[in-house]
């Protein structure tokens, strides 16, 4: 198969042509994922991310450039990015969960800290549901604004819109939390 035909193709929008890319090439990049990452799930995003970016920039493409190269180099760099979100993830629960048992070491603080995760579990069910889907995408699934828009075919002034407005409601209907609501 000419993989020069192929971009050719792929850039004059032929969607045919992204999908023999995919078929081509899918089932490695999920591969190549999966051995960094270790779960199918955050693979499969890899690889669902690599082929949407790759045809959003199809125009920007050489006609003489190697997909093999181009989709693996995209493939490293959604896997970097992967890694950097659960680190931070990672952060934010730990300064969370030093910061109650730092402030709050007795029993009434815990029973605290669990009707707050129950209160904003609540609040999170009671938002319009395109905010609660925006909101958990971004805050618990750790999704970018952008590929939250695209998954929702809505803008990504929107998302940001959504989000912005959830936090606001949380910290309103949180105030009486004090210092445990900091990182909403």
Do not use: C
Not at 41 to 67: C, G, K, Y
Not at 116 to 125: C, P, R, Y
Request: glycine share 4%; aromatic share 10%.
């Amino acid at each position: 198969m000419d993989e020069s035909k192929i971009i050719k193709r792929l850039k004059a929008g032929e969607k045919k042509a992204l999908n023999e890319l995919y078929a081509l090439y899918s089932r490695r990049i999920f591969g190549f994922a999966l051995g960094y990452l270790k779960q199918e799930e955050d693979a499969h995003d890899v690889v669902q991310e690599v082929f949407i970016r790759l045809w959003m920039t199809r125009e920007s493409l050489s006609s003489d450039s190697n997909p093999e190269s181009y989709l693996f180099t995209l493939a490293r760099n959604y896997i970097i990015s992967t890694f950097r979100k659960k680190v931070s993830e990672k952060e934010y629960l730990k300064n969370l969960r030093f910061l109650v048992v730092q402030n709050n070491s007795d029993t009434e603080s815990q029973v605290g800290y669990t009707l707050l995760s129950e209160k904003v579990k609540a609040l999170i069910h009671s938002m319009p549901e395109q905010r609660r889907r925006v909101y958990l995408l971004s805050k618990e699934s750790g999704r970018s604004n952008k590929s939250i828009a695209e998954e929702l075919q809505i803008s990504v002034k929107t998302v940001e819109d959504h989000i912005t407005k959830a936090r606001k409601f949380l910290k309103d209907h949180l105030r009486e939390y004090g210092s445990l609501t900091i990182f909403l």
